[in-house]
């Protein structure tokens, strides 16, 4: 463990509620601004996100189920939409109901007498949560694209109902996304450790943080900007492509009509995913925008750490709550998921 080094986070029962003390007690370092941004950030976490939270798990619940085991025409598109929703269960309960609602939703709501900061339990809870994190993280990044590649089997017409012909088929391409994403998140993970910080408080952060390290994180830590940036500039390449299409569309005979059909299939399923990703996307760009302010400025003052780390945690709460509404979005597109969603409301 190291001794000392400068952090973004206090981990402090008082995150939420120190600013405010200041500002009633007169303190001459009290802000103003510090005091809005935690009151708005302990009441998001501390009220709203459980409902978000819990809403999350049960709309991706239900939209794994539906798509793994309700559909029995089972193909990639089908299977990596199922496995997304998992990988956003996994995002709302390690970064939501792990950290962020324990370490400063309980504290806020209870007045700093509830609380549990799970990273800085140990050695081995630091590393091991973070490691979990960051590895969740980019395998939820690379599931986009994965999506993408689906995309192009449809925009190359490739039968839509494809059969997976065998099981360990995509479990041998999960198990390579899996290691793919561990890797990636390594150089992350190696420069975690607990720390001491100047005022003897723990915390869970980089023991070197570099430039390098600065925009490593915001590439491939939370938010996948990476990934979603990429899979962006593939949905741009699919747009124009669906363009032409549609205007090549009117110039097909009647004799035609049956592969036109085929075809409006096909292109309703990458726009589906195009706006699945564009949705995803525009609520990355909140945190990835904030991390970029913070490491961009040279000697942050501690005000401003402070406010720029708690709306970057306010912005990981609009990501879960963007993903708990992908059903919403499911049961417009998909006739399969809706048909399905239906039959399992009528059964309750």
């Not at 000392?4 to 370092?29: A, G, Q, R, V, Y």
């Not at 005091?35 to 459980?50: A, N």
């Amino acid at each position: 463990m190291n001794s000392f080094n400068n952090i973004t986070e206090l981990n402090t029962p008082w995150d939420t509620l120190i600013d405010c003390i200041m500002i009633k007690t007169n303190h001459p370092n009290a802000s103003y601004y510090a005091c809005i941004i935690s009151t708005i950030y302990g009441t998001l976490i501390g009220y709203i996100f459980p409902m978000i939270g819990i809403f999350s798990l049960i709309t991706n619940s239900i939209v794994a189920m539906i798509f793994f085991s309700l559909i029995h025409q089972k193909n990639l598109y089908f299977i990596f939409l199922g496995i997304l929703a998992i990988t956003d269960i996994g995002f709302d309960i390690l970064i939501g109901w792990l950290w962020l609602f324990p370490a400063y939703g309980l504290p806020y709501i209870t007045s700093g007498t509830i609380y549990y900061f799970i990273l800085t339990k140990s050695y081995i809870h630091c590393r091991l949560l973070k490691s979990i994190q960051m590895t969740w993280c980019n395998l939820r990044g690379n599931i986009y694209i994965l999506l993408a590649f689906t995309r192009l089997l449809l925009l190359l017409h490739k039968p839509f109902n494809y059969k997976i012909s065998t099981k360990y088929f995509m479990m041998i391409l999960l198990i390579t996304i899996l290691i793919i994403s561990s890797i990636i998140s390594l150089p992350l993970i190696l420069y975690t450790d607990l720390l001491i910080t100047r005022r003897l408080f723990l915390t869970c952060w980089f023991t070197n943080y570099t430039l390098f390290l600065s925009i490593y994180q915001i590439l491939f830590s939370n938010s996948c900007l990476f990934q979603l940036t990429f899979v962006s500039f593939i949905d741009l390449l699919f747009l124009i492509k669906i363009i032409k299409w549609s205007k090549q569309r009117y110039q097909l005979t009647i004799h035609n009509c049956i592969v036109t059909k085929l075809k409006t299939k096909q292109i309703s399923k990458i726009i589906t995913l195009i706006v699945l990703d564009l949705i995803s996307f525009i609520s990355s760009i909140p945190s990835s925008i904030l991390y970029i302010i913070l490491v961009s400025k040279t000697q942050p003052n501690l005000e401003e750490i402070r406010i720029f780390t708690l709306l970057i945690h306010m912005s990981w709460g609009l990501i879960i709550l963007q993903s708990s509404l992908n059903i919403i979005l499911y049961y417009k597109r998909i006739d399969y998921f809706r048909n399905n969603l239906m039959k399992l409301i009528n059964c309750h």
